[in-house]
């Protein structure tokens, strides 16, 4: 077939993935009228993982949510927030962030026309991060303080000034995040027996546990799993129960002392009979690399946090065997190249250095062959 512009098309089309608001529009609790400003984000691949299949005796799924628009989870929330925003006549919205939801923010903001104000702690945004918000057209507001001194004056600014505040104490954010357990769901066909992630404001695990819900009382699964949170240990207010006035993690996208959805995350853990446990830098650090290697998968830091909890969990005597478990890792590797090459270089790893001359030989002895 010829279109009149004369490019062809094929007579057999493929469904394109339209972004999660018009995928699951009928389940999100949002104006019914609400036009979806999106950049297609969802439709994440759940990619089974060889590696912890293996380890636990079980079978391990890794929905990889670096694949959205910008690179992190960020974007199904926002996809809501930013439509719902635009559709109520904002001109600006504001957000305080570890890094990603300004990224996601301000590339929707752009595609809104609506002008975007991030707050973020001073001197903690991993470089991609930032780069994303400025290229996307934010103005970056520097704090000189942590995430929830920049939540509590994004909070402030909405209140007294007309811009809208998308973080997720905004509950639009949650009906967008939580389509990930719907894809979860209608990929492998129910949902599986423990599922496992990085915490940080606690937005996401709330949402995951939304979805579920609401999957069960549509009688689309047959069991809820066990949610299983995990905060690095330097940021772990879940795990201690108290908030944490100084949080400090080279996960700088969980470093987050006094998380905002806190009630609605404990109510996730204590209803699907799961908790919250802490992981170190270096368990971190190590997991992101491990996945690197075993799985092809890159992700920052902070997500490696549900692997480096699973692991930890084996450790300690855990036993997964039999299990179906699904651990969401949030965010892509590209975002923080600094300090995974630098957990590369504490493990003992040595970047490429060698340069040779423009010679098969030379290149052939550098390789080791
Ligand atoms: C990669 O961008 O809070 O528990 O301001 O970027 O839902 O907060 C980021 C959080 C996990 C934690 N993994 O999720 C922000 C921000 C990554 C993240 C989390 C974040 P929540």
Redesign the pocket.
């Known amino acids: 077939m010829t279109s009149a512009s004369g490019v062809s098309s094929p007579a057999v089309r493929t469904h394109q993935w339209r972004g999660v608001i018009e995928e699951y529009r009928e389940l999100l609790d949002i104006p019914a009228d609400t036009p979806a400003v999106t950049l297609r984000e969802g439709g994440t691949p759940l990619v089974h993982s060889e590696w912890l299949s293996e380890l636990t005796g079980g079978q391990v799924h890794l929905k990889v949510e670096g694949d959205n628009p910008t690179g992190?989870f960020?974007d199904r929330g926002m996809t809501a927030a930013i439509s719902v925003a635009k559709h109520q006549g904002a001109q600006a919205v504001v957000c305080?962030?570890?890094?990603?939801?300004?990224a996601s923010m301000a590339a929707y903001a752009a595609k809104a026309r609506l002008n975007p104000i991030v707050l973020v702690p001073e001197g903690k945004i991993a470089a991609g991060k930032m780069a994303q918000a400025i290229l996307h057209g934010a103005q970056v507001i520097m704090v000189k303080g942590n995430?929830d001194d920049c939540l509590r004056l994004a909070k402030e600014l909405a209140a007294a000034y007309p811009v809208a505040l998308v973080n997720?104490v905004n509950p639009v954010r949650l009906q967008g995040q939580k389509t990930a357990a719907f894809e979860i769901v209608d990929f492998l066909g129910d949902a599986t027996d423990y599922h496992l992630l990085?915490?940080?404001?606690?937005?996401?695990?709330s949402a995951y546990w939304l979805g579920y819900q609401q999957y069960a009382d549509l009688g689309r699964i047959t069991r809820k799993p066990v949610m299983r949170g995990f905060q690095a240990a330097g940021a772990s207010p879940l795990v201690t129960g108290e908030p944490f006035p100084d949080p400090e993690t080279r996960a700088t996208?969980?470093r987050?002392g006094n998380?905002a959805s806190w009630t609605l995350a404990e109510k996730a853990a204590a209803e699907s009979g799961g908790r919250f446990a802490s992981v170190t830098d270096e368990r971190i650090l190590a997991a992101q690399l491990e996945l690197a290697r075993h799985d092809g998968v890159f992700v920052?830091p902070?997500?490696a946090a549900g692997v480096a909890g699973l692991l930890q969990e084996l450790e300690q005597g855990e036993s997964y065997t039999g299990s179906s478990i699904v651990i969401t890792v949030?965010?892509h590797g590209l975002k923080d190249t600094a300090t995974a090459l630098e957990g590369f270089a504490e493990a003992g790893g040595t970047v490429v250095d060698d340069v040779v001359v423009p010679e098969v030989a030379a290149v052939a002895e550098a390789a080791g062959l």
Do not use: L
């Open positions: 992190s960020k305080a962030s570890t890094g990603n939801t300004s995430f997720s990085p915490v940080g404001n606690a937005g996401n695990i996208a969980i987050i998380p920052e902070a997500s949030t965010g």
